[in-house]
C-alpha cells in the first residue's frame, strides 16, 4: 500500500469576486512542487473546505490532481462527522484523482474511541485498496485519537499514515511504541517537526510550507537524514513565522502572507476575516527577515 511522507503542504485555496481562483491555485501547486514540497493536500482546514460548496472542492480536486501533473502525489481532505457522507466524499476524490484522502476524526459529536475506530474501518472497507491518512486534531475535533486506539488502526491495510497534532511529544513516543513502522507517523503542527521526526515521525503536513516551501522541505530532509545542527537551525529560523501563522485562526495569516508574496488576492469567506493590522505588520516584517518578499 502506498503511503506519504516528507515535507507535505495543506494547501490554502485562492477565491476572486466570491469564486475559485483555478489559474491562482495552479500557480500556488507550482511554486510547491519547484520548492522541494513532496505531497499536496488539498481541500483540509487551511483549505477552507468547510465553507466551499461540494463542486468547488470537487473543482480544486481536479485542478491540483491536474496541475501536480504526476510529480508530487495528492491526498485530498474527504472527513467528516458523519460516515456515510465521509464514504462518500472518499469516493468523490478516488474517482478525481487522488492518490489517496485526508480523514479528520469526527468532529463536534464527540465518538468513543470504539466509534473512531469504527469510523476508519468503515471507510476502509467501503474503499479497498485506497491509502487513508487518519488525522487527530483534539483542539478543533473536541475527540483525541489515543495512540491505544492508533495501534489498532494499523491493522487496516488502507490507513497508511497518521497526522498528529496535539503538539505532544510523549504522544509521539507513544505511538511509536505502539505502532512501531506499521503506519507513517506525521507531525500535524509546525512548531514540532523536528523533535516529531526525532521521535519516529516521517515528515508534515505542513501551514508554513504554503509560504516558505524550500526552507520546509530542507527542514524535514535535514532532520530524517539526522543532520541535527542543519535541522535545528532551520526550526529554529522558522519560528517566528510559525507563531505569527497561528496568531489569529488559520487560515486566516497563511492567506494574508500569500497576499503579501503576490501568490494570490487577500480573500477570504465568512465567518473568518482578514488580519488584523497589528498582526499583519509583523508578519509582513518576518517575511521580510527571512528574504520571502
Not at 47 to 58: D, F, K, L, N, P
Not at 149 to 161: H, Q, S
Amino acid at each position: 500500500m502506498k503511503t506519504f511522507e516528507g515535507s507535505m503542504t495543506a494547501l490554502a485555496t485562492p477565491f476572486r469576486g466570491g469564486k475559485f481562483d483555478e489559474a491562482a491555485y495552479r500557480a500556488l501547486i507550482d511554486r510547491q512542487v519547484y520548492g522541494g514540497t513532496s505531497v499536496l493536500v488539498p481541500i483540509g482546514t487551511t483549505g477552507e473546505a468547510v465553507t466551499m460548496t461540494a463542486e468547488e472542492r470537487a473543482q480544486a480536486v481536479k485542478v491540483a490532481v491536474d496541475a501536480a501533473k504526476g510529480r508530487v502525489p495528492v491526498v485530498a481532505g474527504a472527513g467528516s462527522n458523519n460516515t456515510a457522507e465521509t464514504i462518500e466524499s472518499v469516493g468523490r476524490v478516488r474517482d478525481l484523482g487522488a492518490d489517496g484522502a485526508l480523514i479528520v476524526t469526527p468532529y463536534y459529536n464527540k465518538p468513543p474511541q470504539s466509534g473512531l475506530l469504527q469510523h476508519y474501518r468503515a471507510i476502509a472497507k467501503a474503499h479497498p485498496g485506497f491509502p487513508l491518512v487518519a488525522y487527530n486534531v483534539p483542539g478543533r475535533t473536541g475527540v483525541d485519537l489515543l495512540a491505544e486506539t492508533v495501534m489498532w488502526l494499523c491493522d487496516i491495510p488502507e490507513v497508511v499514515a497518521l497526522k498528529e497534532a496535539t503538539g505532544n511529544m510523549a504522544r509521539a513516543v507513544d505511538l511509536l511504541e505502539k505502532c512501531g513502522d506499521r503506519i507513517t507517523l506525521l507531525s500535524g503542527d509546525d512548531f514540532t517537526v523536528l523533535p516529531f521526526i526525532a521521535c519516529g515521525g516521517k515528515g508534515v503536513i505542513s501551514v508554513s510550507s504554503n509560504v516558505a516551501p524550500r526552507m520546509m522541505a530542507d527542514l524535514v530532509a535535514a532532520a530524517k537524514a539526522g543532520d541535527l545542527a542543519r535541522a535545528r537551525e532551520l526550526q529554529v529560523q522558522m519560528n517566528t513565522l510559525h507563531k505569527l501563522l497561528f496568531v489569529e485562526s488559520n487560515p486566516i495569516p497563511v492567506k494574508w502572507a500569500l497576499h503579501l508574496l503576490g501568490v494570490f488576492g487577500p480573500e477570504i469567506r465568512l465567518p473568518l476575516t482578514p488580519m488584523s493590522e497589528p498582526q499583519a505588520v509583523k508578519l509582513k516584517e518576518e517575511l521580510a527577515r527571512l528574504n520571502l518578499l
